[in-house]
């Protein structure tokens, strides 16, 4: 990893960069946020409802993390259809998150371009491709980063496979 040089100028670039990543980042939530309360639940959603009020280990063609997540989640932000995609959408500002940082090199900023719209769109529903990107999201920059932050591309990965 590059040392971040006192340069005045880098700083204030750099500064820039947070900013107008910080500005794309509300936008989407805002607009997730206003969808996601006037949008009705899809079917697949429903179902996956109807599994987290029985939470288990496994269940016949999906994984379980989704059907944990509303469960998780119900007693908070309840069972209306922007509570129940509450947590996917946070797990998919979390992916975006972490790739964030990532993006200031070259190399890294046509990854950061080409997940961001899956991240944006696949997260907002509450089906099992919303944890299963938002994990994979922060395993991959876990990874990036090396050193202890395996742990954490660890974990990650194991989520995204539940």
Do not use: H
Not at 3 to 12: F, G, H, L
Not at 117 to 129: C, E, K, Y
């Amino acid at each position: 990893m590059k040392a971040r040089s006192d340069n005045p100028q880098r700083s204030a670039a750099e500064t820039g960069w947070l900013v107008f990543v910080g500005l794309v980042v509300m936008a989407l939530l805002i607009g997730r946020v206003a969808l996601a309360y006037r949008w009705e639940l899809l079917a697949d959603e429903a179902y996956y409802w109807v599994w987290s009020l029985r939470p288990a280990l496994g269940y016949y063609d999906q994984p379980p993390m989704i059907a944990w997540l509303l469960a998780a989640g119900r007693p908070v932000v309840g069972d209306s259809p922007l509570g129940m995609r509450m947590l996917p959408m946070v797990l998919g500002l979390l992916g975006m998150a972490a790739l964030t940082p990532l993006a200031r090199d070259r190399g890294l900023w046509l990854l950061w371009c080409l997940t961001l719209p899956p991240l944006a769109v696949l997260t907002f529903f509450a089906t099992p491709d919303a944890p299963l990107l938002g994990f994979w999201a922060m395993c991959l920059a876990g990874a990036l980063r090396g050193g202890r932050w395996w742990v954490v591309a660890g974990a990650a990965a194991g989520c995204a496979f539940l």
